[in-house]
């Protein structure tokens, strides 16, 4: 799922999102198709989205099922989303 701006916001599906006792993050998929961790601050949660006010970019993709043992560096097969967050 790509991220996208909506009203000059940049949001991400709420399924996308970790926590864990370092804060939020969210698997960012990188151009070699390898997960990368990325700490991301959110602002507000609409409906099945937050707001995110930094760690990623307009047009990153994220993962947002398939955590379980998913590490930093491990490859990813990407399957576009519904829409949900983004395009």
Aim: proline share 5%; glycine share 14%.
């Amino acid at each position: 799922t790509r991220s996208t701006r909506r009203a000059s916001q940049l949001v991400v599906p709420l399924a996308a999102l970790r926590r864990d006792g370092k804060g939020e993050y969210v698997f960012r998929l990188r151009s070699d198709q390898t997960a990368e961790r990325v700490a991301v601050r959110t602002g507000l949660r609409m409906e099945a989205n937050a707001e995110v006010l930094s760690g990623l970019e307009v047009g990153d993709r994220v993962v947002r099922t398939g955590f379980l043992g998913l590490s930093p560096g491990d490859k990813v097969d990407p399957v576009e989303g519904d829409g949900l967050g983004g395009p």
